[in-house]
Protein backbone atom coordinates (compact mmCIF):
# COMPACT_ATOMS: atom_id res chain seq x y z
CA UNK A 1 0.00 0.00 0.00
CA UNK A 2 1.13 3.53 -0.70
CA UNK A 3 0.90 6.17 1.99
CA UNK A 4 -0.14 9.48 1.11
CA UNK A 5 3.23 11.73 0.12
CA UNK A 6 1.91 14.92 2.09
CA UNK A 7 -0.18 13.65 5.44
CA UNK A 8 1.72 10.35 5.26
CA UNK A 9 -0.78 8.68 7.34
CA UNK A 10 -3.95 7.65 4.92
CA UNK A 11 -3.88 5.53 1.33
CA UNK A 12 -2.91 7.50 -1.56
CA UNK A 13 -5.85 7.22 -3.51
CA UNK A 14 -4.47 9.90 -6.40
CA UNK A 15 -1.95 10.38 -8.62
CA UNK A 16 -1.45 13.87 -9.57
CA UNK A 17 -1.51 14.24 -13.33
CA UNK A 18 0.55 17.56 -12.78
CA UNK A 19 3.53 16.23 -11.16
CA UNK A 20 3.14 12.29 -10.20
CA UNK A 21 2.74 12.83 -6.53
CA UNK A 22 0.51 10.08 -4.72
CA UNK A 23 -2.21 11.81 -2.66
CA UNK A 24 -5.25 10.73 -0.24
CA UNK A 25 -8.56 12.42 -0.85
CA UNK A 26 -8.25 14.23 1.96
CA UNK A 27 -5.25 15.92 0.69
CA UNK A 28 -5.59 15.95 -2.83
CA UNK A 29 -9.20 18.48 -1.89
CA UNK A 30 -6.76 20.67 0.47
CA UNK A 31 -4.30 20.52 -2.17
CA UNK A 32 -6.65 21.69 -5.14
CA UNK A 33 -8.50 24.11 -2.91
CA UNK A 34 -4.97 25.52 -1.88
CA UNK A 35 -3.66 26.22 -5.37
CA UNK A 36 -6.87 28.25 -6.52
CA UNK A 37 -6.16 30.61 -3.44
CA UNK A 38 -2.60 30.97 -4.35
CA UNK A 39 -3.25 31.89 -8.46
CA UNK A 40 -6.03 33.72 -6.54
CA UNK A 41 -3.60 35.87 -4.01
CA UNK A 42 -0.94 35.97 -7.14
CA UNK A 43 -2.84 37.69 -9.39
CA UNK A 44 -4.59 40.19 -7.42
CA UNK A 45 -7.77 38.87 -8.45
CA UNK A 46 -10.37 40.48 -5.40
CA UNK A 47 -8.22 43.48 -4.83
CA UNK A 48 -11.47 44.92 -2.94
CA UNK A 49 -13.38 44.14 -0.09
CA UNK A 50 -17.14 44.61 -0.88
CA UNK A 51 -16.70 43.60 -4.77
CA UNK A 52 -19.98 41.27 -6.34
CA UNK A 53 -18.69 39.70 -8.90
CA UNK A 54 -20.52 37.01 -11.42
CA UNK A 55 -19.50 33.94 -11.73
CA UNK A 56 -20.07 32.45 -15.27
CA UNK A 57 -22.17 29.39 -14.57
CA UNK A 58 -22.75 27.02 -17.02
CA UNK A 59 -24.46 24.04 -14.87
CA UNK A 60 -21.01 22.38 -16.16
CA UNK A 61 -18.13 20.77 -14.11
CA UNK A 62 -15.92 23.69 -14.13
CA UNK A 63 -18.09 26.46 -13.58
CA UNK A 64 -19.67 24.25 -10.68
CA UNK A 65 -16.38 23.34 -9.57
CA UNK A 66 -15.49 27.37 -9.43
CA UNK A 67 -18.26 27.95 -7.56
CA UNK A 68 -18.05 25.93 -4.59
CA UNK A 69 -14.32 26.34 -4.47
CA UNK A 70 -15.04 30.41 -4.16
CA UNK A 71 -17.76 29.35 -1.52
CA UNK A 72 -15.67 28.06 0.50
CA UNK A 73 -12.35 29.68 0.16
CA UNK A 74 -14.20 33.38 0.48
CA UNK A 75 -15.38 31.82 3.73
CA UNK A 76 -12.49 30.23 4.60
CA UNK A 77 -10.14 33.42 3.96
CA UNK A 78 -12.76 35.93 4.14
CA UNK A 79 -12.23 38.11 0.65
CA UNK A 80 -15.30 39.64 1.51
CA UNK A 81 -16.31 39.40 -1.66
CA UNK A 82 -20.38 38.48 -2.77
CA UNK A 83 -20.78 35.91 -5.59
CA UNK A 84 -23.66 36.08 -7.97
CA UNK A 85 -24.05 33.25 -10.80
CA UNK A 86 -24.80 34.57 -13.90
CA UNK A 87 -26.36 32.03 -16.56
CA UNK A 88 -26.65 32.77 -20.24
CA UNK A 89 -29.56 31.08 -21.70
CA UNK A 90 -28.13 30.39 -25.70
CA UNK A 91 -31.81 28.92 -26.14
CA UNK A 92 -30.79 25.12 -27.27
CA UNK A 93 -33.26 22.47 -26.49
CA UNK A 94 -32.17 19.34 -24.97
CA UNK A 95 -29.02 21.04 -23.20
CA UNK A 96 -29.32 24.36 -21.90
CA UNK A 97 -32.61 24.02 -20.44
CA UNK A 98 -31.06 20.45 -18.54
CA UNK A 99 -28.24 22.41 -17.45
CA UNK A 100 -29.64 25.56 -16.26
CA UNK A 101 -31.81 23.14 -13.81
CA UNK A 102 -28.07 22.25 -12.36
CA UNK A 103 -27.66 26.25 -11.70
CA UNK A 104 -30.98 26.61 -9.93
CA UNK A 105 -30.19 24.06 -7.62
CA UNK A 106 -26.18 25.37 -7.07
CA UNK A 107 -27.63 28.96 -6.58
CA UNK A 108 -29.84 27.21 -3.46
CA UNK A 109 -26.69 25.14 -2.52
CA UNK A 110 -24.15 27.76 -2.73
CA UNK A 111 -26.40 30.40 -1.03
CA UNK A 112 -26.08 32.72 -4.16
CA UNK A 113 -28.08 35.29 -6.05
CA UNK A 114 -29.10 33.36 -9.61
CA UNK A 115 -29.26 35.94 -12.86
CA UNK A 116 -30.11 34.42 -16.11
CA UNK A 117 -30.33 36.40 -19.32
CA UNK A 118 -31.50 34.89 -22.52
CA UNK A 119 -30.45 35.07 -26.18
CA UNK A 120 -34.30 35.45 -26.86
CA UNK A 121 -34.43 38.59 -24.91
CA UNK A 122 -30.78 40.07 -25.50
CA UNK A 123 -30.93 39.84 -29.37
CA UNK A 124 -34.62 38.51 -30.22
CA UNK A 125 -33.69 34.79 -31.11
CA UNK A 126 -32.60 31.54 -29.75
CA UNK A 127 -29.54 29.60 -30.99
CA UNK A 128 -31.56 26.76 -32.21
CA UNK A 129 -33.99 29.04 -34.22
CA UNK A 130 -30.12 30.67 -35.72
CA UNK A 131 -29.31 26.64 -36.43
CA UNK A 132 -32.78 26.47 -37.91
CA UNK A 133 -32.07 29.40 -40.61
CA UNK A 134 -28.43 29.26 -41.29
CA UNK A 135 -27.32 25.47 -40.36
CA UNK A 136 -24.53 24.03 -38.08
CA UNK A 137 -21.98 25.74 -39.53
CA UNK A 138 -19.22 27.60 -37.52
CA UNK A 139 -22.27 27.80 -35.11
CA UNK A 140 -20.31 27.26 -32.33
CA UNK A 141 -18.28 30.62 -33.16
CA UNK A 142 -20.92 32.75 -33.36
CA UNK A 143 -22.63 31.71 -30.46
CA UNK A 144 -19.03 31.81 -28.26
CA UNK A 145 -18.99 35.89 -29.72
CA UNK A 146 -22.76 36.67 -28.40
CA UNK A 147 -22.32 34.48 -25.08
CA UNK A 148 -19.54 36.24 -24.36
CA UNK A 149 -21.18 39.44 -24.98
CA UNK A 150 -24.56 38.31 -23.28
CA UNK A 151 -21.99 37.55 -20.22
CA UNK A 152 -21.04 41.63 -20.49
CA UNK A 153 -25.17 42.51 -20.55
CA UNK A 154 -25.87 40.79 -18.00
CA UNK A 155 -23.08 41.57 -15.50
CA UNK A 156 -24.01 45.32 -16.27
CA UNK A 157 -27.65 44.45 -15.61
CA UNK A 158 -26.50 43.24 -12.00
CA UNK A 159 -24.05 46.49 -11.60
CA UNK A 160 -21.06 44.13 -11.63
CA UNK A 161 -18.05 44.75 -13.59
CA UNK A 162 -15.91 41.51 -12.81
CA UNK A 163 -16.66 38.40 -14.24
CA UNK A 164 -15.19 34.90 -13.51
CA UNK A 165 -15.01 31.97 -15.63
CA UNK A 166 -14.55 28.00 -15.38
CA UNK A 167 -11.36 27.95 -18.23
CA UNK A 168 -9.52 25.76 -16.86
CA UNK A 169 -5.21 24.61 -18.12
CA UNK A 170 -6.63 22.26 -20.98
CA UNK A 171 -8.71 24.79 -21.94
CA UNK A 172 -6.02 27.46 -22.08
CA UNK A 173 -3.62 25.17 -23.86
CA UNK A 174 -6.97 24.19 -26.36
CA UNK A 175 -7.05 27.71 -27.18
CA UNK A 176 -3.24 28.74 -27.19
CA UNK A 177 -3.20 25.86 -30.18
CA UNK A 178 -6.35 27.28 -31.74
CA UNK A 179 -5.15 30.87 -32.38
CA UNK A 180 -1.86 29.48 -33.34
CA UNK A 181 -3.01 27.68 -35.83
CA UNK A 182 -5.14 30.41 -36.87
CA UNK A 183 -2.39 32.55 -36.86
CA UNK A 184 -4.06 35.16 -34.70
CA UNK A 185 -1.12 36.87 -32.78
CA UNK A 186 -2.96 39.29 -31.06
CA UNK A 187 -5.01 36.58 -29.07
CA UNK A 188 -2.19 34.89 -28.80
CA UNK A 189 -0.61 36.90 -26.66
CA UNK A 190 -3.06 37.42 -24.34
CA UNK A 191 -5.59 34.17 -24.46
CA UNK A 192 -3.12 33.04 -21.07
CA UNK A 193 -3.69 35.84 -19.00
CA UNK A 194 -5.36 35.29 -16.12
CA UNK A 195 -7.02 38.52 -15.59
CA UNK A 196 -7.98 40.69 -18.52
CA UNK A 197 -10.01 43.86 -19.03
CA UNK A 198 -10.22 45.37 -22.36
CA UNK A 199 -9.44 48.54 -23.66
CA UNK A 200 -13.59 48.93 -24.95
CA UNK A 201 -15.12 48.30 -22.05
CA UNK A 202 -14.56 48.45 -17.96
CA UNK A 203 -15.80 44.87 -17.87
CA UNK A 204 -12.72 42.56 -16.03
CA UNK A 205 -12.32 39.18 -16.18
CA UNK A 206 -10.72 36.43 -14.62
CA UNK A 207 -9.91 32.75 -14.95
CA UNK A 208 -9.05 30.89 -11.27
CA UNK A 209 -8.93 28.04 -12.41
CA UNK A 210 -5.88 28.46 -15.07
CA UNK A 211 -3.86 26.50 -13.23
CA UNK A 212 -6.28 23.46 -12.49
CA UNK A 213 -6.05 20.48 -15.20
CA UNK A 214 -9.69 19.13 -16.37
CA UNK A 215 -8.73 15.92 -14.53
CA UNK A 216 -8.22 16.48 -11.11
CA UNK A 217 -11.09 19.51 -11.42
CA UNK A 218 -13.79 16.07 -12.55
CA UNK A 219 -12.31 14.26 -9.50
CA UNK A 220 -12.80 17.65 -7.04
CA UNK A 221 -16.40 17.61 -8.28
CA UNK A 222 -16.15 13.77 -8.15
CA UNK A 223 -15.18 13.69 -4.56
CA UNK A 224 -17.21 16.56 -3.51
CA UNK A 225 -19.99 15.00 -4.90
CA UNK A 226 -20.58 18.18 -6.46
CA UNK A 227 -24.18 18.80 -8.72
CA UNK A 228 -23.31 19.04 -11.90
CA UNK A 229 -24.60 18.56 -15.68
CA UNK A 230 -22.06 16.94 -18.14
CA UNK A 231 -23.75 16.82 -21.31
CA UNK A 232 -22.14 18.17 -24.44
CA UNK A 233 -24.00 21.06 -26.11
CA UNK A 234 -25.92 19.27 -29.33
CA UNK A 235 -23.97 21.38 -31.38
CA UNK A 236 -20.74 21.22 -30.32
CA UNK A 237 -19.28 18.44 -32.55
CA UNK A 238 -19.00 21.39 -34.78
CA UNK A 239 -16.49 23.33 -33.29
CA UNK A 240 -12.97 24.59 -34.38
CA UNK A 241 -11.74 23.04 -31.01
CA UNK A 242 -12.81 19.85 -30.91
CA UNK A 243 -11.93 19.20 -34.29
CA UNK A 244 -8.98 21.43 -35.43
CA UNK A 245 -8.11 20.01 -38.80
CA UNK A 246 -5.39 21.91 -41.41
CA UNK A 247 -8.45 21.84 -43.37
CA UNK A 248 -11.29 23.14 -41.26
CA UNK A 249 -8.17 26.12 -40.03
CA UNK A 250 -8.46 27.71 -43.59
CA UNK A 251 -12.11 28.59 -43.08
CA UNK A 252 -11.59 30.56 -40.76
CA UNK A 253 -8.80 32.86 -42.37
N1 LIG B 1 -24.26 29.52 -20.72
C1 LIG B 1 -23.33 30.02 -19.92
N2 LIG B 1 -23.67 30.89 -18.95
C2 LIG B 1 -22.73 31.44 -18.14
N3 LIG B 1 -21.41 31.16 -18.23
C3 LIG B 1 -21.02 30.29 -19.18
C4 LIG B 1 -21.94 29.68 -20.07
N4 LIG B 1 -21.25 28.86 -20.89
C5 LIG B 1 -19.96 28.96 -20.52
N5 LIG B 1 -19.81 29.81 -19.49
C6 LIG B 1 -18.57 30.19 -18.79
O1 LIG B 1 -17.46 30.01 -19.67
C7 LIG B 1 -16.58 28.99 -19.17
C8 LIG B 1 -16.01 28.17 -20.30
O2 LIG B 1 -17.08 27.66 -21.02
P1 LIG B 1 -16.99 26.44 -22.01
O3 LIG B 1 -18.14 26.53 -22.93
O4 LIG B 1 -15.61 26.33 -22.53
O5 LIG B 1 -17.40 25.25 -21.09
P2 LIG B 1 -16.66 24.17 -20.25
O6 LIG B 1 -15.17 24.22 -20.41
O7 LIG B 1 -17.37 22.90 -20.51
O8 LIG B 1 -17.04 24.76 -18.80
P3 LIG B 1 -18.20 24.25 -17.86
O9 LIG B 1 -17.73 22.88 -17.44
O10 LIG B 1 -18.27 25.23 -16.74
O11 LIG B 1 -19.45 24.22 -18.72
C9 LIG B 1 -17.44 28.20 -18.20
O12 LIG B 1 -16.66 27.55 -17.21
C10 LIG B 1 -18.34 29.25 -17.61
O13 LIG B 1 -17.68 29.98 -16.59
Same mark, same amino acid.
Given at each position: ? =? %?????????????? &????? @????????????????????????????????? $??? #?? !????????????????????????VLL?????? =??????????????????? /?ELCIV??? #?????? /???????? !???????????????????G??QL? $?? =????? =????? $?????????????? &???????? $?????????? @?? #????? %?? %?????????? %?????????????? &???????? #? &????????
Amino acid at each position: M =H %YCAICHTSRAQVVR &PKNGQ @KICRACFISVFEAEVHTTILQSNIFPARGERVA $IGA #SG !GKDSTVLAAVLKNLNQRYDYGVEFVLLSIDEGI =HGYRDDSLETVKRNATQYE /MELCIVGYD #SLYGWT /MDQVVDKV !GRRGNCTYCGVFRRQALDRGAKQLN $IS =HILTG =HNADD $IAETILMNFLRGDL &PRLGRCAE $IVTASSTSTM @KR #SKPLK %YA %YEKEIVLYAH %YCQLDYFSTECVYS &PEAFRGNA #S &PERRTTYF
